[in-house]
């Protein structure tokens, strides 16, 4: 794999895992390396589906939001399009998994994303595992985000996400994708839930920044493993990822300071 070191890498399995890796988390690069600016390609997509056709990420120079559904990756571009990417395109963060549910619920009308997330985790087992999340269903409303493609030198990504595009729709079918990660993987992960939306024809999508959802199907995978490939770049090597917090990260989830909204 490009830009990375065969075994250096973070392997934390609670337990066995079989061989067709299901019940892993597996990613490339860091949420704080991100956070830090670090937006060139470290992998090609082709080589992180080998571990999973579901998740999500971005793209070299952060060029929009991605989507992987069913081994497919998509590509939300700043003006709201959608395309299908080569296995060849470049990402500098991207984890994926086998999504196999182990559970899949009837989710009730809930009425913001604050909402969806705190019904999501009172039905979760334990707080203290990853979680792989599929939402299929009817959207009421949906707001989500593109950003834009970057150029040298690189910005850090909240000043990245203050000029994002913030797109909403109303009475939509669609599906959402991500996963809800414990506190403790804060910073290599985004802790608590990372979801991306695609709708039903595959023609629009992002990054979710809020939701009301009237009928859906949520699958849940619990994800007992995680494999983390870090970057021998010098950019990464040589950089002060400590210096990140969460209110950054919270800051760049949610986009900083709010843009007009393209209502469609």
């Known amino acids: 794999m490009r830009a990375l070191m065969a075994g250096m890498f973070i392997a934390v399995a609670f337990c066995a895992q079989a061989q067709d890796n299901r019940g892993v988390l597996y990613q490339v690069s860091t949420i704080d390396a991100l956070l830090s600016g670090i937006y060139d390609s470290v992998a090609t997509v082709e080589e992180v589906l080998d571990h999973g056709g579901f998740g999500l990420g971005t793209f070299n120079a952060v060029d929009g939001e ?46 913001s994303y604050t909402a969806f997330s705190e019904w999501l985790e009172g039905n979760l087992p334990s707080r203290n595992i990853a979680y792989a999340v599929r939402v299929d269903g009817r959207f009421a409303n949906i707001t989500f985000r593109s950003v834009a493609r970057q150029q040298r030198p690189y910005p850090p990504l909240v000043e990245v996400t203050r000029n994002q595009a913030v797109f909403e729709r109303k009475e939509v079918d669609g599906t959402l994708m991500g996963f809800w990660c414990p506190a403790f993987m804060n910073g290599v992960n985004v802790a608590g839930l990372h979801l991306h939306f695609l709708s039903a024809d595959r023609s629009y999508g992002g990054h979710v920044l809020d939701l009301s959802l009237t009928a859906a199907k949520v699958g849940i995978d619990d994800t007992n493993g995680w494999d983390v490939q870090l970057p021998m ?16 990260l919270n800051s760049a989830e949610q986009g900083g300071a709010v843009p007009d909204v393209s209502a469609h």
């Open 233 to 248: 770049v010098p950019a990464y090597l040589n950089a002060d990822l400590g210096a990140q917090n969460s209110s950054d």
């Open 66 to 111: 991605m989507m992987v559904l069913d081994g497919i990756v998509y590509q939300a571009t700043f003006d709201g399009s959608v395309h299908v990417m080569s296995p060849s395109t470049g990402t500098p963060f991207m984890a994926v998994t086998n999504f196999v549910p182990d559970r899949v619920l009837d989710a009730p009308e809930l009425q």
